[in-house]
């Protein structure tokens, strides 16, 4: 057991010429690596599978995100007890565990199976308004992410006709360049746009959307308030379309840099959900990692993090460790990937999962067959990915 401070490398780690798709390695031999986050705090970075899967479920690590201690991964603007009520991704138990336990049944696989004739009706139609456009055209913009935005907006019962309003503010949310006043500004307008919609929803009554039954079953009967299901909402249309949509481009690209694997998906349909699990675990897009606070002493891969001190669970190393995986940088369709662990472990394990693997397999079962010829448009050395919390692709040209 290790208990000296080794030296500190400066996180997240930067390869200007290397292959965006892969994560850059710790610089460091240490298995648990001592990091300077970009807001000059220190940190443990925890990057072993079995370490990563220990600390994420381990009731001795907290993801408060309003402790002063907490190890935020770039600064935040101080947000006062009503900007942050609802954001349950940033809470522990007992307030996480209600908030979880009220949409757990939303997002359930039988809940998400019904939702399957409109995911394929939406993908189906994305595809032939982009085909109809013409060739070549960006598949970000007309099918990465306009699909799981109509499918978010359509479950929470948020009008789509919105999208470039609420999409805008979410890029700026989870751009990890964004700079105060941006973040503030964009927290507080979606915030606004979506009390505004809870108003409504509380004022008609129905029950056809999730924020409609929230408002009737749970505000109405005075279990959480008005502002925590305005969060709730927040939290749910930010991270119900823009992973997803980062997930369905680099997805495509992954694929169409692999033709022989993409060949044997075209052939074999059934290899689709191992294709989805693969894809999940070969991109690992939340890759800055999640950031939890120790509250008790506990000793991770040999080192001990101490009560105060915070800790990364770098979930992108985590998914290409090869005492886990083989070969953990090849992306084969074949392996059992589904330990990975690309929508997080434990409490907070991504609520939004299945909805989020029935839209994948969807997207891509039918794009692969409908546009046979797909093809990447020009110079792949073009491309620009995004440098955010949650790794994507600005634009895909493609061709078919
Ligand atoms: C949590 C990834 C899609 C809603 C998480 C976490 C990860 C993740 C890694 C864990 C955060 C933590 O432990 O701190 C992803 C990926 C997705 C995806 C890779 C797409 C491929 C979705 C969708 C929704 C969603 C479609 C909405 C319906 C949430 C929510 C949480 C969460 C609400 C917080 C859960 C909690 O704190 O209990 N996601 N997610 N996600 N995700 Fe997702």
């Not at 609420?166 to 989870?174: G, K, V």
């Not at 990937?337 to 909805?355: E, K, N, T």
């Given at each position: 057991?290790?208990?000296?401070?080794?030296?500190?490398?400066?996180?997240p780690f930067v390869q200007p010429n290397g292959d965006p798709l892969v994560p850059v390695p710790s610089p460091g031999s240490e298995r648990v690596a001592r990091i300077t986050l970009p807001t000059g705090r220190e940190a443990w970075l925890v990057s072993h599978h079995d370490d990563v899967r220990q600390l994420l479920r381990s009731p001795d690590f907290s993801s408060d995100f309003s402790h002063p201690?907490?190890?935020?991964?770039?600064?935040?603007?101080?947000?006062?007890e009503s900007r942050r009520a609802g954001f349950f991704i940033g809470m522990d138990a007992p307030d996480h565990t209600m908030f979880r336990r009220f949409l757990t049944p939303e997002f359930m696989i039988k809940a998400m199976r019904r939702l399957e004739p409109l995911i394929r009706e939406t993908v189906v139609e994305s595809i032939e308004s982009m085909r109809a456009a013409g060739s070549p055209a960006d598949l970000v913009e007309w099918f990465a992410l306009p699909v799981p935005s109509m499918i978010i907006c359509h479950l929470l019962g948020v009008p789509y006709s919105d999208h470039a309003f609420?999409?805008?503010?979410?890029?700026?949310?989870?751009n990890r360049k964004s700079s105060m006043p941006e973040l503030r500004a964009a927290g507080d307008e979606l915030r606004g746009y979506l009390a505004d919609l809870v108003a409504v929803k509380q004022?008609?009554?129905?029950?056809?959307?999730?924020?409609?039954?929230?408002a009737v079953e749970r505000v109405a009967t005075g279990e959480i308030t008005a502002q925590e299901l305005v969060g709730i909402s927040v939290l749910l249309l930010v991270a119900g379309h823009e992973t997803t949509a980062n997930m369905i481009g680099l997805g495509t690209l992954v694929l169409l840099r692999h033709p022989d694997q993409l060949a044997q998906l075209r052939e074999r349909p059934e290899l689709i959900d191992g294709a989805v699990e693969e894809l999940l675990r070969y991109l690992t897009i939340v890759r800055t990692g999640l950031p939890r606070l120790a509250v008790a002493d506990t000793e991770i891969g040999g080192q001990v993090i101490r009560a105060g001190e915070g800790a990364i669970a770098l979930l992108s190393a985590a998914n290409r460790d090869p005492e886990a995986f083989a070969r953990p940088d090849e992306f084969d369709?074949?392996?059992?990937?589904?330990?990975?662990?690309?929508?997080?472990?434990?409490?907070?394990?991504?609520?939004?999962?299945?909805?989020a693997r029935s839209e994948l397999r969807i997207a891509f079962a039918e794009l692969t067959t409908r546009l046979p010829g797909l093809a990447l448009a020009g110079d792949q050395t073009d491309l620009v990915f995004r440098d955010s919390t949650v790794f994507g692709v600005e634009r895909l040209p493609v061709t078919w």
């Open positions: 057991m290790s208990d000296t401070l080794a030296p500190t490398h400066r996180f201690l907490f190890p935020l991964l770039r600064e935040a603007p101080l947000l006062d609420f999409q805008q503010r979410s890029r700026t949310l989870l004022r008609d009554g129905g029950t056809d959307d999730l924020l409609g039954r929230l369709l074949h392996r059992a990937a589904h330990s990975h662990m690309a929508f997080g472990f434990g409490v907070h394990q991504c609520i939004g999962q299945p909805l």
